[in-house]
């Protein structure tokens, strides 16, 4: 193995992106891959500094092939839009409260959409009970 290849930095294998928030805070790919990162790496529960990505951030940018500059416009960007912060005596980073409510916490439906799929089922449930035993019946046949 050649000098050059021992310290290369290995490029990172996907990034899932929520196409929805990244439009709605105008990040690049490249912006979110960098905060995505930021967050799994400052989430890892064998990390010296817990919450915080400690590394340098040229080492973050090679790992999406990208250049020293593009990647401390993405970050000086996250900054700005309050998705991440640094920390002034460290240089440390960590996503915010707005990136984990944004990007990160998992809704399967929208809040308006649970609430209206909760009033369709209980008005399921209602009509059910009220259905007469003929009907039950009937039904009971059709799925035979």
Known sequence: MSQK???KTELADFTTIKHNPRVKYD??????CIASAIFTLSHNPDSIFPGWYYGKAETLGLKFDFSRATTYRSIEKLI???LLEKNPDTNFLRTTKLWWDEFESLRLVKKDDWYGSLK???LSQN???SVSKWDKTRLKMRHI
Not at 27 to 32: F, G
């Open 80 to 82: 700005e839009k309050e």
């Open 27 to 32: 990040l690049s790919n490249n912006d979110y």
């Open 127 to 129: 009509e059910i009970y």
């Open 5 to 7: 290849n021992k310290y």
């Open 120 to 122: 369709l089922r209980q």
